[in-house]
């Protein structure tokens, strides 16, 4: 059990590591990519049969774009709404007279 551990750690590492250095060797490879920059005319190109790597283009792991937030204020305009009948109810229900009949009873 311990060997197929080590194992699946080797491979893993090897799997994570494989396209680093794949692109750290292609810096010592003594090639160079040209770019086109003739747009105004239509014309073809010899096609680059030993290197296809500067096509894939290697984004970074972390983009923060912060939002500009402005603060919004609201106004709140309250009515006084008087309710002329709340003078002559001075019944408070308590908590214990909402209740049902004992369900398992």
Sequence with gaps: MNLIKKIFLVFTAVLLLLPSSVSFSHIFTGH?????????????????????????????????????????????TQEGIFDYYQFLNEYEPLHFDLRGPPFFA
């Design 32 to 76: 160079d990519h040209t770019i086109c920059d003739n747009y105004a005319e239509k014309h073809y190109h010899n096609k680059a049969l030993d290197c296809e790597l500067h096509k894939f283009h290697k984004n970074s792991a972390l983009t923060i774009n912060f939002s500009a937030f402005e603060p919004v204020i609201i106004q709140v």
